[in-house]
C-alpha cells in the first residue's frame, strides 16, 4: 500500500514531540497496517451489512510540515471528506511545524470501497483563502497508516506525513443503503468573535459578539430529505432571494457569514462529552458582575444547516444582526433552504418565573425551549416532533421542548427568560435586539456591505421589525 514504508522509523523520529503513550500503541499498529488493510479487502464478509461500515477515524497529527509564514512557522489544519459525501474541518494549530491533532470523526452506514481524502493547509487570519500545503488520501480499510502529503501537481514532493488510524466494523443499522454517511459524533463546537470586537476596548458582554457552531449527530436520522425553504411570503426574503437588488443584498450577507464564521487562531473549540460543557457554552452576562458564571438567561437565533448540518446560533440580541434583514439568513449564509430554523432558549427546571441565584447551575435541572419563530424559512410546525427527537438525542440530559412560535406557552417561557435577564442580571432592554453598543462601533453590516461591493457604496436590504427573521 502507498505511503506505509518504513512507518515505525518514520513515526518516531517525526512524533518525537508526542507522548510516550501516543506513540507506543501507534507504532506498533502501523507494523500490523499493511497486513490489516489486506485481510479487510479480502474478507468481503467483514464489511457488515449489504458492503456498509461504521468507522472511527482518529486523525492523530503530521510533521514534517514547510514553513509558511514569514514571522513563525505555519498555523496548520486539515479538511477531510469522505467520497465529497461529508467533510471534517479540524481545529487550528498556531505556529507550529508538527501539529498533534488527536480529533475523532465517527461516521456510520459508509460504503466499503469509500476513499477518505485529506487536504492540510496554513491558517491565514484576515484572508479569504488559506495557503495550501499538502494532500493525501488513502481507502477506509482499517489500522494506523502513515500518509504522504503531496503538493498540487508534484506526486513526487512530499510536504510532510500525517497519521491516522481507521477503525471499522460492520454497519449495524439495516438501512444503511438507505441513508448512508450518517455522521456519528463526536460533537464538536467552535465560538467565533465577530471582527468588529477587535476594535473595541470595553465589550462588557462577548456573548453579544459571539457566535456559535456545533455539528450534531445523525440529523439525517430525523430530517431525512426534508429541509425548510426560504418564505416566498416574507418581504425581507423576497429582498434576499429575488428582485433587482437581491444579488447585491445576498453578497452583503454572505461576506458578513464569512467574516462571522472565519476559522482562526482566535476561535474557541471544544467537544461536548456532557451537559457541563453545554452549561459552560450558555455561561454568559457582563464582566463586572457574577454573571459571566452563571448560565445567561438569553435567547438565541439559530439555524441548522441543510448544507452540513451543523446547528449554528448565537443571541437573538448580537451585535452583529444591526442593520441585517435576517438574522437566520445570516447564519445560513443565504442557503435558499434549511433543515430547520428558529429561537431558542435555556431555562431551569419550572421556569425562571420559579428560579433563584440562590441555586447554583450545577444543581439546576436545565431545559432547552425550542421553537419555529423564523419569517425567513417558516419552519413548518409539523416537524418540532422530529426536532425535539434530535435534540434529545444528542443532549440527552436535558429535557426538551419544542414549541410552535404562536404557542402562548412559548411566549410566557420567552417574557419570564427575559424578564429575569433585566431584574436579576443586568441585562438592559437594548440588550434584547440587536443595537450598536458603543460610539462610533462598526457595525458588521457596514464593513460586509464595503467588502462586498467593488466601488464601497452599501445596498442593505428593508427591515420590517414587526416580524420575526
Sequence with gaps: MPGLRNPLQRLVGHMRRATAEQISPIAKELDEARRSTLD?????????????????????GASGLPKMDVIGTADPYFVAKLDKALTFVST???????PVWNEYWKIRNVPVDAKLHIDVLDKDNGTVTDDFIGGTGTNIGPGTRELTLQAVGFRNISRGMMWIKIESVPASDPKADTRPYIFDGPI??????????????????????STWKMFLRGVPLFFGDTVQHWNKNYKAAQAIFQGPTSVAVR??????????????????????????????????????????????PAVYTYIISADD???????????FFVDFASKH????????????SGEFHPRPEGGWENFSDDIPDEQVKWEFVLDNNSGTYAPDPMMLAELKELFEYNFPEFKIHTLDFNDPRLSQSRDACRAYALAKRGITQDDLQPHSHLPGEETLSHRAAVLSRPDGSVILPPHDPSVPS
Design 251 to 296: 453578497s452583503t450577507i454572505q461576506a458578513g457569514h464569512r467574516m462571522l464564521y472565519a476559522r482562526s487562531t482566535t476561535n474557541n473549540f471544544g467537544v461536548i462529552k456532557g451537559s457541563e460543557n453545554i452549561v459552560n457554552i450558555l455561561h454568559g452576562g457582563k464582566v463586572d458582575s457574577l454573571a459571566p458564571h452563571r448560565v445567561k
Design 40 to 60: 479487510w479487502i479480502e474478507r468481503p464478509e467483514a464489511h457488515g451489512h449489504e458492503g456498509f461500515v461504521d468507522l472511527t477515524i482518529h486523525f492523530i
Design 329 to 340: 439568513a445570516l447564519h445560513a449564509n443565504c442557503a435558499e433552504a434549511v433543515r430547520y
Design 309 to 319: 448540518d451543523s446547528f449554528r446560533f448565537s443571541e437573538t440580541g448580537a451585535a
Design 92 to 98: 487550528v494549530k498556531p505556529n507550529t511545524l508538527a
Design 188 to 209: 464538536r463546537y467552535s465560538r467565533h468573535f465577530a471582527p468588529t470586537i477587535g476594535l473595541l476596548g470595553n465589550v462588557q458582554d462577548s456573548h453579544l459578539y
